[in-house]
């Protein structure tokens, strides 16, 4: 799905993905895991969250390291959510419940994602904390490579 599915379909309520991120709060880091409660990284919650939306996955990741990214793993994240969801024009553009992919350095792809909750806040998963909200501070603006809305599609 490209920014177009955006125009042609219904925008996802965004209270309702925040609320079902909210739910992902507490559960433990687990790498590759997308299961609420017991263990997910943060491509497993947008995975557990896209299962509760919409039921099977669209696709599969796939096995990955951690250091993927700094492997040449390419802009497997950006290239998957744009396959899937409507991309935004930025964070400005963004809106509670939009998934926003981050990239942790310039020359290296975006490899880490999370929940746009409002409030300056977003939901995530890493390693030393699992699911969290944390504060959207400039240090995490300056690293958003992408933001996409989730769109209403039939079951």
């Known amino acids: 799905m490209t920014d177009g599915a955006l125009r042609g379909g219904n925008r996802m309520d965004g209270a309702r993905i925040v609320a079902l991120a909210e739910a992902w709060i507490g559960t433990p880091y687990r790498h590759q895991g997308s299961e609420k409660g017991v263990g997910c990284d943060c491509l497993g919650l947008v995975r557990g969250l896209w299962r509760e939306l919409y039921g099977e996955e669209p696709e599969t990741p796939g096995a990955y ?5 700094e492997r040449g793993g390419g802009e497997r994240l950006l290239q998957a959510a744009g396959r899937h969801m409507a991309r935004l ?5 963004a809106a509670p419940g939009d998934l926003i992919i981050f990239r942790f350095r310039p020359q290296l792809p975006a490899k ?3 929940i746009l909750v409002g409030g300056g ?3 995530h998963a890493y390693e030393q904390a699992g699911v969290v909200s944390s504060a959207l501070v400039p240090a995490w603006r300056k690293r958003v490579a992408g933001v996409f809305g989730w769109v209403e599609r039939r079951r």
């Open 112 to 114: 880490h994602c999370g």
């Open 65 to 69: 390291c951690s250091d993927w990214a």
């Open 89 to 93: 024009p930025g964070i400005d553009a």
């Open 121 to 123: 806040r977003f939901i």
